[in-house]
């Protein structure tokens, strides 16, 4: 085989004589191309550089994939010796039963950059040895000697582990899980799973893999719990990060991860709580710990030594389960070995309550400060999971009582989180109530949000917390409590002095975050503990809007009958009128929300039903695209313009139609609206609802006498519409309705230039639309269809008989068209259906000249080289498509044409060459194409 590399960039192969390669294997082959003899094979190179480049290269599709090939200056002879060492390693390689043992050392290429360590080498030293004694007997260099043993090993699966780059991947989002940078780990972990899908699923090294995004999304899911219990808004990261793990491991096998989801269970039940273990007879066990356990004759140290998917050890279930006999066997060695999360031993024998495995681990040296991926200590598993006596021990043993995890909570925190009182009552002596987390939230923030105080004496909270501390968002213990509707808390808060006009970043004081929640006791405690009625948050939001927000009508009429005051004016009652910074009134919150009772009450007040917000919609605009046909029907019953405009002149019945919303459109047809209003594009309800694909709400006002041949601001009918969204159904709905097939917008075209997809198209076609007219640049359907590259739509258009050689404005037929904007895969379909490929534009340039205007058309210059195209036409000028290619500077192009016998002496009117044209300029392009033609 005969490899060489051209000058733009491509491997030229001729048949010559192939060594090397296993030929024993079966191997897919393509059918051959007819080539005319000497005639090269090109494919295509591409410089792998590193490991991101061959994750890219293994997910190409198998067919895009090409073979590795090298060139050899040895001699005959030697090539034939590597030959048959070649074919040793592939027998070799076949009947290895396991890979090659000694895992593989990582060595870093690069450091330059933030992602510079996914640059590295593999080096075995097993390999490594073997190669350089193999070379030592002058079978060939050691380059040689590794192409030979390589490919075999690695088809085969048989080369040595490459589990280091796991642990280098975890090295690098170490910091990252720690400081909570869920985005930064997470996009490692998926470089990780890329490169483990180009392994079989079932390898060694894909299923460690999966079983480290497994353990990793767990975390992020529990992170997600935890911060929805805090009433934290939950990071879009963490949202991002959940989405994609789970898409990633959709890839995953099946087994393994059915397999790996029952062994994740003993930390993921030890972290639900107690409530979680009731009826869990046992834990998922790895078979090597099933001996461990029992002491079966097959038991010995290597099966102590050895670790599950999750890096635990037999020790690690032990400390789950609780067994004692394997007591004598551990070691310093073992006790603080971490799992994939980071736990030790003594953090599942704390998380699951197994005191004397407790006693026993520390009394062989395991630390009992030890820290997950997460910051967990073990006394952290013990005050989630309500473990007293564990915890009573840990703070006997000295452990750091204020030990803080990744999220900066305390043991204590956790213990208030879950209410575990006895737990408290042991930490609460030894702990700081004032530390805040990463939130900046105290042990009491925790307790207003679990709505529980303890110790219940409240003494003991004013002494040793700080009442009105604000977390990062400025919210008190109160503003939890309120917000959360914990009326107890709320009144003990208050007893022991906390700010009941504390302001939040926002604004917002407790009383609102009570009414904005729904909250009727907590709101109404604090109206009588003297809370501000009149406050507003800084968006100059009120109480009364804020409660609509919440939707519990009995807030609202409390608050209207205290007489608050909230636009500033001197009368009695609340002004129903009030407006947000951006005019939205209460009124309009419950029309949104669906608030039917806060919305009759704010009417029976006086609230205006025709106030418009800022885009100009009136309550009845909202209720409408909502779909709240209730507030719909209340709204009209009180005598609501059904025709007011919002900023775009849509009507209520234009919302109602766009969002799909059939009762409330039939409703407003009832009570008279006009089903002929256009908005500010002149679209009727009918265009909107013929857009959005709403079938039934298009046959609604088809039925009620919409004009199905309104025009919008454009021209387009309704059927243009169903046309160019595809809506096939609704266009068949028209057509039956007496719709104008042939209908022309103010750009002369039909539905037909429009259609969205084949099928419409056929629709349109069946009833009599005209396949070639034409629309104001004289484009016919087969133009347009070819411009938006639709390769369906020209197949329908051109089997029911368009016309492929039509021309437009510009003299162009669709093959015309589609050779000059380079639409490669459109000229092949037109082609092969037989267009006219020797057309000619009005200069005589045929559409090889057309593509021998840029390198980008390359493709399409040979795609009309091998459908015949003359190579040496001529146009008006005298210029063969040579000309113009060089001309133009097209170098690869000019070689192209070269390669299939174009003309280098060629003159036109001017006696010019090619080169004389290339050579006129010469600079860049144009100089290296004048020496390519010498």
């Not at 146009?875 to 299939?900: R, W, Y």
Request: with cysteine.
């Amino acid at each position: 085989m005969k490899v060489e590399e051209s000058m733009y960039g491509e491997l030229a192969i001729k048949s010559h004589r192939v060594i090397g390669g296993d030929s024993s294997r079966e191997v897919e082959r393509r059918p051959e191309v007819a080539r005319k003899p000497g005639e090269y094979i090109r494919f295509t190179s591409s410089e792998i550089i590193d490991l991101d480049d061959f994750v890219k290269f293994a997910e190409m599709p198998r067919e895009e994939q090409c073979p590795v090939v090298t060139e050899s200056h040895s001699t005959l002879k030697s090539l034939y010796a590597l030959e048959i060492f070649s074919a040793f390693m592939w027998a070799v390689a076949k009947t290895l039963d396991k890979p090659i043992e000694q895992y593989a050392e990582i060595l870093p290429c690069a450091a330059s950059s933030n992602d510079g360590w996914r640059s590295f080498t593999l080096r075995s030293s097993r390999l490594l040895n073997m190669a350089r004694e193999i070379e030592s007997t002058g079978l060939g260099s050691l380059e040689d000697v590794y192409l030979s043993i390589i490919p075999p090993l690695s088809a085969q699966q048989k080369l040595p582990q490459v589990q280091a780059i796991i642990e280098l991947v975890r090295e690098h989002t170490k910091q990252h899980e720690e400081q909570q940078q869920w985005k930064d780990a997470t996009e490692k972990y998926q470089w990780l799973w890329q490169l483990a899908k180009t392994f079989p699923l079932t390898s060694m090294f894909a299923i460690k893999a999966t079983a480290v995004l497994v353990e990793y999304l767990g975390r992020v899911m529990m992170a997600v719990e935890f911060a929805k219990t805090q009433r934290h808004s939950v990071d879009q990261a963490l949202r991002y990060c959940e989405y994609h793990l789970k898409k990633e491991l959709d890839s995953a096998d099946r087994k393994t991860i059915s397999r790996l989801e029952q062994e994740y269970e003993l930390y993921e039940l030890g972290r639900k709580g107690p409530s979680m273990l009731k009826g869990q007879s046992s834990v998922a066990e790895a078979e090597f710990h099933r001996q461990y356990r029992d002491r079966s004759e097959n038991c010995g140290k290597e099966t102590k030594d050895r670790k599950d998917e999750f890096e635990r050890t037999a020790l690690h279930y032990n400390a789950v389960l609780g067994h004692h006999h394997p007591f004598a066997e551990a070691n310093d060695g073992h006790v603080n070995v971490a799992d994939l999360s980071g736990w030790t031993p003594l953090h599942y024998a704390c998380l699951w309550g197994n005191v004397d495995m407790v006693q026993f681990l520390v009394g062989k040296n395991a630390a009992i400060e030890a820290r997950s991926r997460d910051g967990e200590a073990p006394l952290h598993c013990a005050a989630v999971n309500q473990e007293p006596s564990v915890v009573s021990f840990l703070v006997g043993a000295g452990v750091t009582v204020d030990i803080m995890d990744a999220w900066g909570s305390t043991p204590l925190q956790w213990a208030i989180h879950r209410g575990h009182e006895d737990v408290i009552e042991r930490l609460w002596p030894h702990a700081n109530k004032r530390l805040r987390d990463r939130r900046g939230r105290t042990a009491l923030h925790y307790a207003a949000n679990a709505g529980r105080l303890y110790p219940t004496n409240l003494s003991d909270w004013k002494n040793s917390a700080d009442i009105d501390a604000k977390d990062a968002r400025g919210w008190t213990p109160l503003h939890l409590a309120a917000a959360s509707g914990h009326e107890g808390i709320v009144r003990q808060l208050t007893d022991i002095g906390a700010d009941i006009e504390a302001r939040e970043n926002q604004g917002q004081t407790p009383i609102y975050l009570a009414t904005k929640n729904g909250h009727e006791a907590a709101t109404k405690l604090l109206v009588e503990l003297g809370a501000n009625l009149a406050v507003r948050a800084c968006s100059g939001t009120t109480l009364l809007y804020s409660t609509a927000e919440g939707g519990n009508a009995a807030i609202a009429e409390l608050l209207i009958d205290k007489g608050v005051k909230i636009d500033g004016n001197h009368g009695k009652g609340a002004n129903t009128e009030a407006k947000n910074c951006v005019t939205t009134t209460p009124l309009h919150v419950a029309a949104e929300g669906g608030h039917e009772a806060i919305a009759r009450l704010l009417i029976t007040k006086g609230a205006n039903i025709e106030a418009q917000d800022r885009a100009k919609q009136t309550p009845l605009h909202v209720a409408a695209e909502g779909g709240h046909e209730a507030i719909a029907r209340l709204l009209i019953t009180k005598g609501v313009n059904i025709e007011a405009e919002n900023y775009v002149y849509a009507t209520p019945l234009h919302v109602a139609a766009k969002g799909g919303h059939e009762a409330i459109a039939r409703l407003l047809i009832t009570k008279g609206a006009n089903i002929e209003a256009e908005d500010r594009d002149k679209k009727t309800p009918l265009h909107l609802a013929v857009s959005r694909g709403h079938e039934a709400i298009a046959r609604l006002l088809i039925t009620k006498g919409a004009d199905i041949g309104a025009g919008n601001c454009k021209g387009s009918t309704p059927l243009h519409t169903a046309a160019s969204y595809a809506r096939v159904s609704i266009a068949k709905m028209l057509i039956e309705s007496g719709a104008v097939i042939d209908a022309k917008d103010h750009f002369d075209r039909a539905p037909l230039h429009d259609a969205g997809c084949e099928l419409v198209a056929m629709l349109l076609i069946e009833n009599g639309a005209d396949r070639d007219a034409k629309g104001y640049r004289g484009e016919t359907p087969l133009h347009r269809a070819v411009e938006e590259e639709c390769e369906h739509l020209v197949r329908v258009l051109i089997a029911n008989g368009a016309n492929m050689e039509l021309e437009n404005d510009e003299n162009m037929t669709p093959l015309q068209t589609a050779v000059q904007e380079g639409k490669h895969e459109m000229a092949e379909q037109l082609i092969k259906a037989g267009a006219n490929h020797q057309v000619r534009d009005k200069g005589g340039e045929t559409l090889l000249h057309m593509a021998a205007q840029d390198d980008c058309s390359n493709q399409m210059a040979r795609l009309l080289i091998q459908h015949g195209a003359e190579i040496d036409a001529r146009d008006n000028k005298g210029q063969t498509p040579l000309h113009t290619a060089a001309t133009m500077g097209s170098e690869i192009t000019v070689n192209l044409l070269v390669e299939f016998g174009a003309d280098k002496e060629a003159r036109d009117n001017s006696g010019w060459t090619p080169r004389d044209r290339a050579g006129c300029n010469r600079t860049g392009k144009l100089l290296e194409v004048a020496i390519q033609l010498d």
